[in-house]
């Protein structure tokens, strides 16, 4: 298979992939089901505004009443499979009006008007599937599986509920890759000083220190501290070297695609980066992001965007062009190294949870890397 939906248009080399079927991506998309994703910031959908969305390869369409209430059915019309988002609109009663024949779908899905016909009655036979929608820290959220067949509920967003703090959620960006390849990617502290290091990742600190990462399935968590002396962006540097400033980074994972590192601002005051990733598909992502900060912490959203679009663009570029495609579950794909424990923790715990495994065969590359360094059979005997 070549690789596909590359941002880097200029780039002549294919790659080759493993295989990957349509069960693997129906697999993928099953075990996904039954969580909450956000599809939407909760600002970009107004009282009377209707917007398409994409999850798990499904098409929705997502509106706002003039009360404030959300409604979410398939964008799909029951009539002539007419698209709602294309051109629909909301009516007074909160209802979603199709632009073809202005049929209107309440927020249950249920059918209400039909005007073509005198008799209404027969609207009551129509209905169009619809789901529970809500806002919440500054996102839209649905679950696609029906009420009481979630694993869990919104993976909780720290102080989103405190008057002492106050919310951004930043612009979602799209990436072409699976939603476990990017939190893994989120999840990694190795690549800091690598990847980062014209942003807030230092060079100069090559070793990772050890760390330990806990996971508990009962409430869908991996959690860990990781201290790192990190480029300091708020000081101007000295002789002539960037101002670098200890942080004791406080991550946890919410199981299977949402996480937050608790980090520190200026004067040390901390604050928290959440991500929240909705998979559009198998192979499609956007990434909700929402920081909070005490009321004591002033930035605008410019100064945000600035600050963390830029590291997301760096790690876009590394992320969409990993293969296989897909987070190879089985640990015996690719090396793990013991300041992989996070990886090798967010692997199992996503195979725990019944998410496809995948076994890709290693390549030539990784078994003559093996040999060479450290196999991941030894270097797992390490981390244990
Ligand atoms: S296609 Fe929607 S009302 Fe006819
Ligand atoms: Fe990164």
């Given at each position: 298979m070549l690789a596909k939906n590359s941002t880097h248009r200029n780039c002549e080399v294919a790659v080759r992939t493993p295989a990957r079927s349509p069960q693997d991506e129906a697999l993928f998309l099953d075990a996904a089901r039954p969580y909450w994703h956000p599809i939407a910031r909760s600002a970009d959908v107004g009282s009377g505004e209707v917007v398409g969305v994409r999850l798990l390869d499904e098409d929705l369409a997502l509106w706002r009443s003039a009360d404030g209430t959300l409604g979410l059915t398939d964008d799909l019309c029951a009539h002539r499979g007419t698209m709602l988002s294309a051109g629909g609109t909301v009516t007074d009663e909160g209802c979603i009006r199709c632009p073809y024949h202005a049929w209107e779908y309440d927020a249950e899905g249920q059918c209400l008007r039909i005007p073509q016909v005198a008799n209404q009655a027969l609207a009551e036979k129509v209905r169009i599937a619809a789901y529970r929608v809500v806002d919440y820290a500054g996102l839209v959220w649905t679950c696609l599986a029906q009420e009481g067949e979630e694993r869990r509920g919104i993976p909780v967003v720290p102080e989103a509920t405190n008057p002492d703090w106050w919310l951004y959620a930043g612009a979602p960006p799209t990436w072409q890759c699976q939603a476990p390849r990017m939190v893994e990617n989120f999840l990694d502290i190795a690549h800091f000083g690598v990847l980062h290091s014209g942003n807030f990742g230092n060079p100069d600190i090559e070793i990772v220190d050890p760390y330990r990462p806990v996971t508990n399935m009962e409430d869908f968590s991996i959690t860990f501290n990781f201290p790192y002396l990190t480029r300091d962006?708020?000081?101007?540097?000295?002789?002539?070297?960037?101002?670098?400033?200890?942080?004791?980074?406080?991550?946890?994972?919410?199981?299977?695609?949402?996480?937050?590192?608790?980090?520190?601002?200026?004067?040390?005051?901390?604050?928290?980066?959440?991500?929240?990733?909705?998979?559009?598909?198998?192979?499609?992502?956007?990434?909700?992001?929402?920081?909070?900060?005490?009321?004591?912490?002033?930035?605008?959203?410019?100064?945000?965007?600035?600050?963390?679009?830029?590291?997301?663009?760096?790690?876009?570029?590394?992320?969409?062009?990993?293969?296989?495609?897909?987070?190879?579950?089985?640990?015996?794909?690719?090396?793990?190294?013991?300041?992989d424990r996070i990886a090798v923790a967010y692997r199992t715990s996503l195979a725990d949870l019944g998410f496809p495994v995948l076994h890709f065969p290693r390549t030539r590359l990784s078994q003559t890397a093996a040999s060479k360094v450290k196999g991941p059979t030894s270097a797992a005997e390490e981390m244990s």
């Open positions: 962006r708020w000081s101007p540097p000295i002789d002539g070297r960037p101002a670098t400033r200890f942080v004791d980074y406080e991550y946890r994972a919410e199981l299977p695609f949402a996480c937050w590192i608790k980090g520190a601002g200026k004067d040390d005051i901390g604050y928290y980066t959440y991500i929240a990733v909705c998979p559009v598909s198998a192979q499609e992502t956007k990434i909700f992001w929402v920081t909070s900060f005490p009321n004591s912490l002033v930035y605008t959203g410019p100064e945000l965007d600035a600050g963390f679009i830029p590291f997301f663009e760096e790690d876009q570029r590394v992320v969409e062009w990993q293969r296989p495609e897909w987070l190879p579950l089985g640990l015996g794909a690719e090396l793990q190294m013991t300041f």
